[in-house]
């Protein structure tokens, strides 16, 4: 059983996924890059033919690939997860930087409309620092402006109602393997103090 905040968050996931399967298909030519054409799921050079597979299959099935890859600075570690990992990443950030730069072409209120404007407004950090906690400032005032304790419960639920886990969230737990417990089963409090090792033990 999901609550209504996971469930409104699955149909945003949705609503974005499509719009990103439209961006794919609407892309120009010139948009795509090395990190979107078509990859070779088996690449025959990443094997080592040299080694009999009998004698060492790792090897045989791999030596071409552990013979030149190479560990990114950034990376503890390399592989073809990670790899392919990247190349999504990579494609993704093609698909939506094309969107934004196309903009003004696609039809208001279209999947790749609402796409570049999501994607945009997320990216322009100047735009975002310009106007600070002005487009929060409406719902603030109004909660400086609650005058009695009930006010604080209806304030909670409309926030609950929009997404936002106004001082606790609901979950479900796992009572034991295979078990999951049906309904709000946790009350996770979302202001805590600090532990005492914040003060006492320096960096």
């Not at 298909?25 to 050079?45: E, I």
């Not at 409309?113 to 997320?122: E, P, Q, V």
């Not at 600070?132 to 009695?148: F, N, V």
């Not at 606790?168 to 089963?185: C, D, M, S």
Request: with cysteine; charged share 20%.
């Amino acid at each position: 059983m999901r609550t209504s905040r996971e469930m409104a968050a699955f149909g945003r996931a949705l609503l974005l996924a499509g719009g990103l399967a439209a961006a794919c298909t609407a892309l120009p030519a010139g948009a795509q890059t090395a990190a979107q054409k078509p990859v070779v799921a088996l690449d025959p050079a990443n094997r080592d033919e040299t080694c009999a597979p009998c004698n060492d299959f790792y090897k045989y099935a791999n030596g071409g690939w552990l013979a030149t890859a190479k560990i990114p600075a950034s990376y503890a570690g390399i592989g073809a997860f990670r790899e392919l990992r990247d190349k999504n990443e990579a494609a993704l950030h093609d698909i939506m930087d094309a969107a934004v730069a196309n903009m003004s072409k696609a039809k208001a209120g279209s999947n790749e409309w609402k796409l570049a404007a999501y994607y945009g407004t997320c990216m322009d950090s100047s735009a975002a620092e310009a106007a600070g906690y002005k487009p929060i400032e409406p719902e603030l005032k109004r909660i400086a402006g609650l005058k009695a304790k009930k006010d604080i419960t209806a304030t909670v639920s409309r926030l609950h109602r929009q997404g936002t886990a106004a001082l606790f969230r609901f979950a479900l737990t796992v009572a034991k393997r295979g078990v999951i417990n049906e309904g709000p089963a946790e009350l996770v409090g979302m202001y805590h103090m600090p532990f005492v090792q914040t003060f006492t033990v320096k960096p």
